[in-house]
T-cell receptor, first 114, second 112 residues
Framework: DGGITQSPKYLFRKEGQNVTLSCEQN?????MYWYRQDPGQGLRLIYY???????QKGDIAEGYSVSREKKESFPLTVTSAQKNPTAFYLC?????????????FGQGTRLTVV | GQQLNQSPQSMFIQEGEDVSMNCTSS?????WLWYKQDPGEGPVLLIA?????ELTSNGRLTAQFGITRKDSFLNISASIPSDVGIYFC????????????FGKGITLSVRP
């Protein structure tokens, strides 16, 4: 089945530790995105990547880092510099075509700092 | 960063009623997408729109791409309890530097 997979679904981190969230897609999509969701805040863009080995900061990139070494994978690292990392993180992907673009989401990862 | 305008933040309706939500932007898009999110899950794509004026249905859902390309609406007819959730609109202008832009979402509650 084609789709986009995030893992793990739940993640606990101690303060001061970095943690990496996985996002993999087998849709052959070019673009991938990371969003953070807090109650009442909607979806806020952290980073996005249009193509392998290239990515851009979104609206709330501070304290996060990404890599895009393979088309299928776009991992997000939440660093210790992120002051309030507890949130629900969503990964999405889209094709880069000009026609009939669709965007799909993973199931999300809930990160809790303990 | 830019966000699409969705309001109100919450809507409460009676089971069986129709409900309409709209989404507006100051920028034009060539793609509008509507999503539903259940608690603790990722948003699921409901309807995709690609042409100004386009009206598309998916079961009890109907969505339209506004003529100005700056707005879209979603209508749910004969609501049922499982329609409860958060409804997001998203706009996309496809091209070399395209980026998905989302509204803040509308939380829909359906009273039995």
């Amino acid at each position: 089945d084609g789709g986009i997979t995030q893992s793990p679904k739940y993640l606990f981190r101690k303060e001061g530790q970095n943690v990496t969230l996985s996002c993999e897609q087998n849709l052959n999509h070019d673009a991938m995105y990371w969003y953070r969701q807090d109650p009442g805040q909607g979806l806020r863009l952290i980073y996005y990547s249009q193509i392998v080995n290239d990515f851009q900061k979104g609206d709330i990139a501070e304290g996060y880092s990404v890599s895009r070494e393979k088309k299928e994978s776009f991992p997000l690292t939440v660093t210790s510099a992120q002051k309030n990392p507890t949130a629900f993180y969503l990964c999405a992907s889209t094709s880069r075509g000009y026609m009939n673009t669709e965007a799909f989401f993973g199931q999300g990862t809930r990160l809790t700092v303990v | 960063g830019q966000q699409l305008n969705q309001s109100p933040q919450s809507m409460f309706i009676q089971e069986g009623e129709d409900v309409s939500m709209n989404c507006t932007s100051s920028s034009i898009f060539n793609t509008w997408l509507w999503y539903k999110q259940d608690p603790g899950e990722g948003p699921v794509l409901l309807i995709a729109l690609y042409k100004a004026g386009e009206l598309t249905s998916n079961g009890r859902l109907t969505a339209q791409f506004g003529i100005t390309r700056k707005d879209s609406f979603l209508n749910i007819s004969a609501s049922i309890p499982s329609d409860v959730g958060i409804y997001f609109c998203a706009g996309l202008y496809t091209g070399a530097n395209s980026k998905l832009t989302f509204g803040k979402g509308i939380t829909l509650s359906v009273r039995p």
